[in-house]
């Protein structure tokens, strides 16, 4: 008997809804990633994705993503018995995505890839971290800490022996156990502390040499570290002959637990499924790596690395944000027609999609540098661009996920739809490993310090001198800031944004469709920015050109380009240059 039969009104149907975006490669539906890695790469290391792109689209993954973030991590200090644990309990999502991000290789293992010969090690793990961390991005802390320890470690040849292999295997064993007895190991890191943050060399903590040489107990605190049930933490201390970085396990040799006091949880603005923990060191034991009173040199590596996920976490927010969105207009009527259809619409989808294909360029670009790490010209390269990415990237996420979120109107306001996740974590990576100040004045010690990064700047700018009268002007621009000494550090964070966007403008005119190149270029270097998003001043055509470019191919459908697209490893075709 149906409901009308029993004398109940029908249910109402909700129509006019879009579907959840499911059961797309996360990979393959992002030309302008696709595109990068093929360029710097090569086409079948977009092929070894296949499998992690489609595990990130699917249902599946989205519904662990949500749950990870639902159930929250959650401090226990004590056991039944009043013994003391320090042990951080989390939801059973959080070990599925966990686990697949460890056995993709996206924590250490592209170290031990390289050193076997892989080529594209690292472009490989770039664009599989930011593929996989649209799944869910506070798990990609713990997988971005264990990738950049590596370079760390290797200041020190036993420990890293002993430790490396365990941090690139691809096995997660979650057991809090002495590292010879593990499968696999996760790597953090502990360098803050209440008085200093970023200043780390305010840092309070000692380290007390003992008769063993090269240990030492520290007592002190760490004011934000993250996913405190890794099972090595890298920690900066004062040791006799100054600020030295410790190597510092969990579990000790022996078996038992060496002194790491979880005082509390951050109740953080984002990143809400990963843990961050206030660590009180008591006694607490650890090695020395490095040198004593080389701290810092010796995680400016780590330094180094953790700034390139940041990046490549952005990215995955940017684009994460922007499939939701134009998947969205897509199915979504207003007013008599498809939003997508819109004019005004478009220009803002557009404009996401320009803004985010920069990023994604540029953030695969930094990757490969890394893995030609042993040319001096790539070295310089990834010396000034590093810090240029990561303070322009990660400060045009917030604003560029809020446009996103519009775009869904009151339903992006819902966390049901996964926006307000996206929103809430986007700053996270501008502040993390140095805020936009710290950056910003990075930029300027590099450019003081030797030539090299300044003339790797140049050259890679310069390949697309000529092409747009907006880049062209952009860098004069550049070079006038620096000719003036007095104005450098008031005005750091201009210098850094321009110069980033220039190393932006000039990947893309070298190797985006036309009509990508020039929206950007007229928009973030020419003089028709209008102040927001949705603002670009180009032909309906290439609006839509742009948005069918960006739309993710499950539902994209019959939509398709009608322009022709070169290939991706060839250099811009030859094009007018524009005012």
Not at 11 to 35: K, Y
Not at 76 to 101: K, N, Q
Not at 145 to 158: C, I, K, S, W
Not at 204 to 211: G, I, Y
Request: proline share 5%; glycine share 8%.
């Amino acid at each position: 008997m149906g409901e009308e039969e029993r004398g109940q009104p029908r249910r109402r149907v909700a129509t006019n809804q879009a579907p959840p975006l499911v059961g797309h490669n996360v990979v393959r539906s992002d030309r302008a990633l696709v595109e990068a890695v093929t360029r710097h790469a090569s086409e079948e290391v977009v092929t070894d994705l296949d499998e992690l792109g489609e595990l990130a689209g699917s249902a599946q993954a989205r519904e662990h993503g949500r749950l990870a973030n639902r159930h929250e991590p959650e401090l226990t200090a004590y056991d039944r018995y009043g013994e003391r644990i320090d042990e951080v309990r989390f939801h059973p999502s959080w070990h599925w995505l966990m686990e697949r991000a460890v056995g993709f290789g996206l924590h250490a293992a592209p170290w031990e890839q390289q050193d076997s010969g892989d080529e594209h090690a690292h472009v490989r793990r770039a664009a599989g971290f930011l593929a996989w961390s649209q799944t869910e991005p506070g798990h990609g802390c713990p997988i971005s800490m264990t990738y950049a320890a590596v370079p760390a470690l290797r200041t020190d040849a036993v420990l890293a022996k002993e430790w490396t292999p365990k941090l690139a295997a691809r096995s997660y064993d979650v057991r809090l156990r002495p590292v010879a007895d593990k499968t696999g190991a996760l790597a953090g890191m502990g360098m803050t502390e209440k008085q200093g943050g970023s200043d780390v060399r305010a840092n309070l903590t000692r380290a007390r040499p003992t008769s063993a040489e090269g240990e030492y107990l520290l007592d002190g605190h760490k004011w934000f570290t993250s996913a405190p049930m890794n099972d090595v933490f890298l920690v900066l201390a004062q040791a006799p002959e100054g600020l030295t970085c410790f190597l510092v396990p969990r579990v000790l040799p022996d078996g038992a637990r060496n002194r790491f006091d979880l005082v509390r949880l951050k109740d953080k603005l984002g990143n809400r499924s990963n843990a961050s923990a206030e660590v009180e060191l008591a006694g607490t034991w650890g090695q020395r790596l490095g040198e004593e009173g080389r701290g810092v040199r010796t995680i400016i590596e780590m330094v180094a690395a953790t700034r390139l996920d940041c990046v490549l976490g952005s990215t995955a927010l940017m684009r994460h944000a922007l499939a939701e969105a134009s998947w969205h207009v897509a199915h979504r009527q207003a007013f008599g027609s498809l939003l997508v259809d819109k004019p005004l619409m478009q220009n803002v989808v557009a404009d996401l999609a320009v803004e985010t294909e920069a990023a994604t360029a540029l953030a695969i670009r930094l990757a490969a540098a890394v893995d030609r790490s042993g040319d001096p010209q790539e070295a310089a390269f990834r010396r000034i661009a590093l810090p240029l990415a990561k303070f322009w990237v990660c400060k045009r996420a917030p604003m560029m996920v809020a446009e996103a979120l519009e775009c869904l109107g009151g339903n992006g306001y819902i966390e049901d739809s996964g926006l307000p996740l996206l929103y809430r974590e986007a700053p996270v990576n501008s502040v993390w490993e140095g805020s936009g100040n710290v950056n910003a004045l990075d930029v300027l010690r590099a450019l003081s310090r030797e030539p090299e990064p300044l003339a790797a700047w140049l050259q890679e700018v310069g390949r697309a001198r000529g092409e747009h009268r907006g880049l062209d002007r952009a860098v004069e621009s550049v070079l006038e800031l620096l000719g003036d000494a007095t104005t450098l550090e008031v005005g750091a964070r201009r210098l850094a944004g321009q110069m980033a966007a220039c190393l932006q403008g000039a990947l893309l005119l070298q190797y985006a469709p036309s009509e990508v190149a020039d929206a950007f270029c007229s928009s973030r270097l020419g003089a028709r920015y209008g102040g927001t998003l949705g603002t670009l001043d180009v032909g309906r055509d290439a609006l839509v050109s742009i948005v069918a470019r960006a739309m993710p191919q499950a539902a994209a459908g019959p939509r398709r380009s009608r322009r022709a697209r070169r290939s991706p490893e060839q250099p811009s075709r030859a094009r007018t240059t524009h005012a």
